[in-house]
């Protein structure tokens, strides 16, 4: 945070995009990163200005990273080829949920890019520690607050942040304002974003792909004796945006986040602490009012969505436990769902999607890290993880209407939807420091993951994924087993003071990852005769992209059924670097993923980012800072047959951008 008398900085961020071919991208993110280390094997970026509209972007900075764009507003978390709920995403260590059935309001884009601080992922196993399921890893994202300073007397923050960019003629303004002192500290914050649909080639739009949003946060701080006190309350408000590669577009999406959390430095390493959250939303989206409204008025949709949820987290840290620490933990969260589909045209019609959905989690570990011999550092964690999900009864005018659809809902309702998980995690890492200036890692897990409830609870054939995009109707399957994955990482991490005269500032940071996933939870085609009946009722004449029979009538190859399979990934992230002289540096991050399905008919996952990599040049001259980058992505060819996924193909041609970036600061 940079401390001025009043908001005195304006930073003026000329945006030059000089060839965007990357469909799925709206802006390529411009920025100027600068790469910190935290502590060994995680890496954080602090941004400074940048382009970028939303946090997502900043996960095609970090190695591993990558984001399934459906929208301007909408990107979902990536990481080593998992993503949505996979990935442990946290705002401000809050685990924050999408009310969206299909994640339009996904948590990795909740931090609007103008008040976004840093993300931090782990390139080792990430430590059980870190959250609740961390099958995936966990992406930890933070926003900017006022901060504490030294002194007694009160000094006011800010920031202020305004830009523009040429493809959606779209603006945004962002700022913060605090008072702060050594125990006192106090912020106001606020953001609006606007843009209309993304151009390109002159004449032609991407529908629907405009944006809305404004969001304000007021947050204070009390610190003082070894305790420190602080209360956060976030509201967001998204109006009219699109999600292009979803069935619906986002209407609205009222979110408010009530965040409280105490920290107590009892001395000589003792340590408690304790966060809390409390989140609601309300969302509606429908097809009909940003995107050209079906023709048949029946096939008008407008869903209404609620989210109830929150979390805890009770640690303590206890010092000299062995050559090193213990840090025990005890967290919940919880999570209530509703969801209904209505038409406006024929007010009788209803679905009631998800009836109070609930899916629990409660769960204990021990995390121990510490230096058993001299050069070889060690964290070692334990996880026992108690989920609990259960639904309501549902209802809807098909099954009132189609026999196989009150086959669907009597058997749902009928059934025990009360599902009980048990499981252990385990995470483990190594370091060692071979020379002064080469670290060598391994890391090993064994991570799990409960059915998610769009996985056990979609009673009828729907497109509630969660944000798949991938055009399938998927059928819930309630007795899903949790997913087991079983995990390795190794790597080096070199590092260069001096090489010659010129030649500084030298890194070279490779991992390679290996995962097998037992009872990966993925869509497969649906053979229960009553769904196919009731999705050739409820669709007909329904095609999907790359239907192999199209115009046949018959839904059968477009429904998918959730079902446990085994699968395995693997793949490989490197992140380098080095300085020239005094005012030149070159970075770069290349990425590569390969996923498989194991079981049944081969195939490959879905989604998975293509080999991509990103070179960018850094000259800094006194306080100024000018940054070009090369964003590259090969063709994905190793695409799911499951869901006939080479529909997407024109949206990975090979790219090639150059974006700049000026920024002004002044002296800290
Ligand atoms: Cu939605």
């Known amino acids: 945070m940079r401390k001025l008398s009043l908001p005195k900085l304006i930073a003026v961020a000329i945006v030059s995009q000089i060839h965007g071919v990357w469909a799925e991208y709206e802006e390529l993110p411009t920025l100027v990163v600068e790469g910190e280390m935290m502590e060994p094997g995680t890496v954080s970026l602090q941004p400074g200005s940048t382009g970028a509209l939303d946090a997502a972007d900043f996960l095609n900075y970090v190695p591993g990273g990558n984001v399934n764009r459906n929208g301007p507003l909408t990107g979902i978390a990536q990481f080593r080829g998992l993503f949505g709920e996979r990935v442990n995403l946290l705002t401000n260590d809050m685990a924050l949920k999408p009310a969206c059935t299909n994640a339009m309001d996904d948590p990795a884009s909740h931090i609007p890019s103008s008040l976004f601080q840093s993300i931090t992922v782990y390139r080792e196993v990430t430590p059980v520690s870190t959250g609740l399921e961390t099958i995936g890893g966990t992406v930890q994202m933070k926003s900017r607050e006022s901060e504490f300073t030294d002194e007694k007397k009160f000094s006011l923050q800010g920031f202020g942040s305004a830009g523009y960019s040429g493809v959606s003629n779209g603006h945004y303004g962002a700022g913060l304002f605090g008072v702060a002192n050594q125990h006192f500290r106090a912020h106001f914050a606020g953001s609006v974003e606007r843009g209309r649909d993304y151009r390109f080639d002159r004449t032609r739009r991407v529908n629907s792909s405009k944006y809305s949003r404004e969001t304000y946060e007021l947050g204070f701080g009390l610190r003082g004796a070894g305790h420190e006190f602080g209360f956060t309350y976030d509201n967001k408000y998204t109006g009219h945006s699109g999600t292009p590669s979803l069935p619906m577009d986002i209407l609205f999406d009222r979110m408010s986040i009530y965040r409280g959390e105490y920290h107590w430095d009892l001395g000589s390493g003792w340590k408690l602490s304790f966060l809390g959250f409390y989140q609601n939303a309300n969302h509606v989206m429908n097809n009909f009012s940003s995107r050209p409204a079906p023709t048949n008025k029946k096939r008008w949709r407008e869903a209404e969505t609620e989210l109830e949820t929150g979390g805890y987290k009770f640690t303590v840290t206890i010092p000299n436990i062995g050559p090193g620490s213990l840090q025990l933990g005890f967290d919940g969260d919880v999570a209530l769902h509703n969801a209904v589909i209505r038409n406006p045209n024929n007010t009788a019609f209803f679905v009631s999607n998800f009836e109070d959905v609930n899916r629990n989690r409660y769960s204990v570990y021990a995390e121990w890290r510490g230096e058993p011999f001299e050069k070889f550092t060690v964290t070692t964690g334990v996880r026992y993880r108690y989920t609990y999900m259960d639904a309501g009864k549902v209802d809807g005018t098909p099954a009132r209407k189609i026999a196989a659809a009150k086959t669907l809902r009597d058997r749902f309702n009928a059934a025990d939807?009360?599902?009980?998980?048990?499981?252990?995690?385990?995470?483990?890492?190594?370091?060692?420091?071979?020379?002064?200036?080469?670290?060598?890692?391994?890391?090993?897990?064994?991570?799990?993951?409960?059915?998610?409830?769009?996985?056990?609870?979609?009673?009828?054939?729907?497109?509630?994924?969660?944000?798949?995009?991938?055009?399938?109707?998927?059928?819930?399957?309630?007795?899903?087993?949790?997913?087991?994955?079983?995990?390795?990482?190794?790597?080096?991490?070199?590092?260069?003071?001096?090489?010659?005269?010129?030649?500084?500032?030298?890194?070279?940071?490779?991992?390679?990852?290996?995962?097998?996933?037992?009872?990966?939870?993925?869509?497969?085609?649906?053979?229960?005769?009553?769904?196919?009946?009731?999705?050739?009722?409820?669709?007909?004449?329904?095609?999907?992209?790359?239907?192999?029979?199209?115009?046949?009538?018959?839904?059968?190859?477009?429904?998918?059924?959730?079902?446990?399979?085994?699968?395995?990934?693997?793949?490989?992230?490197?992140?380098?670097?080095?300085?020239?002289?005094?005012?030149?540096?070159?970075?770069?991050?290349?990425?590569?993923?390969?996923?498989?399905?194991?079981?049944?008919?081969?195939?490959?996952?879905?989604?998975?980012?293509?080999?991509?990599?990103?070179?960018?040049?850094?000259?800094?001259?006194?306080?100024?800072?000018?940054?070009?980058?090369?964003?590259?992505?090969?063709?994905?060819?190793?695409?799911?047959?499951?869901?006939?996924?080479?529909?997407?193909?024109?949206?990975?041609?090979?790219?090639?951008?150059?974006?700049?970036?000026?920024?002004?600061?002044?002296?800290?």
């Open 417 to 668: 939807r009360r599902q009980d998980q048990h499981d252990v995690d385990v995470g483990m890492n190594f370091r060692y420091a071979l020379r002064d200036s080469v670290d060598l890692v391994l890391g090993l897990a064994r991570k799990t993951m409960a059915p998610t409830y769009q996985q056990r609870y979609t009673w009828l054939p729907l497109e509630s994924t969660g944000g798949l995009a991938d055009g399938r109707v998927y059928i819930g399957n309630i007795g899903l087993d949790s997913e087991k994955s079983y995990e390795v990482v190794a790597g080096f991490d070199l590092r260069l003071d001096h090489w010659g005269d010129w030649i500084h500032d030298i890194y070279f940071e490779p991992r390679g990852f290996y995962r097998y996933i037992n009872d990966f939870i993925q869509g497969q085609r649906a053979t229960d005769p009553t769904v196919l009946a009731a999705a050739n009722a409820m669709l007909p004449g329904r095609t999907c992209p790359n239907d192999p029979s199209p115009g046949d009538n018959d839904a059968s190859d477009c429904v998918l059924q959730w079902a446990n399979v085994n699968a395995q990934l693997y793949g490989t992230d490197i992140q380098a670097g080095l300085a020239v002289g005094d005012h030149f540096r070159l970075d770069g991050l290349l990425n590569y993923t390969r996923g498989q399905k194991l079981s049944g008919k081969d195939d490959n996952l879905y989604r998975i980012a293509p080999l991509n990599g990103l070179i960018r040049g850094t000259f800094s001259w006194w306080d100024f800072s000018f940054s070009t980058e090369l964003v590259g992505a090969l063709h994905q060819d190793k695409v799911a047959d499951y869901n006939k996924e080479n529909f997407g193909l024109e949206c990975v041609e090979p790219a090639l951008a150059v974006s700049a970036l000026l920024s002004l600061c002044p002296r800290a």
